[in-house]
T-cell receptor
Framework: SAVISQKPSRDICQRGTSLTIQCQVD?????MFWYRQQPGQSLTLIAT?????????ESGFVIDKFPISRPNLTFSTLTVSNMSPEDSSIYLC???????????FGSGTQLSVL | QQQVKQSPQSLIVQKGGISIINCAYE??????FPWYQQFPGKGPALLIA?????SEKKEGRFTISFNKSAKQFSLHIMDSQPGDSATYFC?????????????FGEGTQLTVNP
């Protein structure tokens, strides 16, 4: 399985500020995915990030709020912009395994917005 | 069409008992059904997955049963242990669909009492 490192692991932020979350994978992958898990809830896909192209956002998520970078095949960032308390969630980076097994997750970034 | 319904929301079993979690899906195009295990403060970890060409898959104490006609699948944990206490998510999606756009169930919080 892929090894996914995510930074920071947790952060407490002030309303109106922005936080950039980094995701590093130990092997080259075509697609990287960002999920959100609100407190006590399930996982919701935010966007899919392909190297060399614009990220594809799911319904309800927009680039201005969640800009994503994908500079190479092992790295991606997700920025949570102009944060409000409603953005308090766990943000998870995930990839598919090269062996065809789907969707491995990093440990996540636990974000609290005051 | 995209929903995955999971039950029960919470489950308490005694050590050595059988834990059973059920999921139902709507989209007949789905052909990949994984289960994830999540411990507090960690990202979800892929536990076991099944494709519709088989009705059952077993890995150690964990078994997936799949009923294509009923559009249902379930996770059975045999000889449940306190270390199995975690939140379990079922998911469904298209194996060939680019982006691993899995739809997740709401999660089941399992507690195994010693």
């Amino acid at each position: 399985s892929a090894v996914i490192s995510q930074k920071p692991s947790r952060d407490i932020c002030q309303r109106g500020t922005s936080l950039t979350i980094q995701c590093q994978v130990d092997s080259q992958v075509t697609m990287m995915f960002w999920y959100r898990q609100q407190p006590g809830q399930s996982l919701t896909l935010i966007a899919t990030a392909n190297q060399g192209s614009e990220a594809t956002y799911e319904s309800g998520f927009v680039i201005d709020k969640f800009p994503i970078s994908r500079p190479n095949l092992t790295f991606s960032t997700l920025t949570v912009s102009n944060m409000s308390p409603e953005d308090s969630s766990i943000y998870l980076c995930s990839v598919d395994s090269r062996r065809g097994e789907k969707l491995f997750f990093g440990s996540g970034t636990q974000l609290s917005v005051l | 069409q995209q929903q995955v319904k999971q039950s029960p929301q919470s489950l308490i079993v005694q050590k050595g008992g059988i834990s059973i979690i059920n999921c139902a899906y709507e989209n007949t195009a789905f052909d990949y059904f994984p289960w994830y295990q999540q411990f507090p403060g960690k990202g979800p970890a892929l536990l076991i997955a099944i494709r519709p060409d088989v009705s059952e898959k077993k890995e150690g104490r964990f078994t997936i049963s799949f009923n294509k006609s009923a559009k249902q699948f379930s996770l059975h944990i045999m000889d449940s242990q306190p270390g199995d206490s975690a939140t379990y998510f079922c998911a469904a999606g298209g194996w060939e669909t680019s982006g691993s756009r899995l739809t997740f169930g709401e999660g089941t919080q399992l507690t195994v009492n010693p």
